[in-house]
């Protein structure tokens, strides 16, 4: 799923307070404002409305997809890539600090739970987009098996919770190039031992989201 000539991932169905609108977070770096996404058999799917990764005094990796289906969903996938099950979000956040375990979900990878908070609050430069990227979490695969794929971007980075449910930390953002790693399937694809994250506790408290519960 993404804008044409990318492949990322939608993440969290949020409402956005500041416009009113039911939206879908995802990465910043994926597609600029206005662009249009697409799912894996060409439908469409939303289009970013706003971009906080092209503001000239600092750089935040989060971008909002206008969905109105977005307030039916309530829910992340879960599992390998070929699975269609879900957990249900809590309206709780996750404040990721060093040592915490979570999981991640992209298109791409499936679901990854062997990740663990090694740093926080960096500020990262990725040169895919010339750009810094600011208030990342670095995460590190301590499994046999890379944390994050090319594809992943803008998937949910969540803390699962015993009761089957999910409680949103951040949404994945990029690798740090040293860790290049294989994927855990047979693929071309670039996968790496470490992912960045853009903490959900941040944009939340800047931009007043609140995570769609479902209908």
């Known amino acids: 799923m993404g804008p044409s000539g990318n492949q990322c991932t939608a993440g969290v169905p949020v409402y956005d307070n500041a416009t009113g609108k039911h939206a879908v977070l995802t990465a910043g770096h994926c597609g600029g404002t206005w662009t249009a996404w697409k799912d894996g058999v060409g439908f469409g799917y939303g289009s970013v409305y706003a971009n906080l990764s092209s503001q000239t005094t600092a750089s935040y990796d989060y971008a909002f ?128 031992k470490d992912l960045f994250m853009a903490p959900f506790g941040f944009i939340q408290d800047t931009g007043g989201l609140v995570v769609s519960q479902g209908m």
């Open 65 to 192: 997809l206008s969905n109105s289906n977005a307030i039916n969903i309530g829910a992340i996938y879960r599992g390998r890539t070929w699975e269609t099950r879900t957990s249900r979000m809590t309206p709780q956040r996750v404040n990721a600090g060093l040592g915490m375990r979570l999981c991640a979900s992209g298109s791409f990878s499936g679901e990854v739970c062997e990740l663990g908070v090694v740093a926080v609050n960096q500020n990262v430069y990725y040169a895919s987009t010339d750009t810094w990227y600011n208030n990342l979490t670095q995460l590190s695969s301590f499994g046999a098996y890379a944390g994050w794929g090319v594809g992943d971007s803008g998937g949910p980075v969540f803390f699962a919770n015993s009761d089957g449910s999910a409680s949103i930390a951040g949404i994945s953002s990029g690798q740090r190039e040293s860790t290049l790693t294989p994927c855990r399937e047979a693929t071309n694809r670039k996968c790496y």
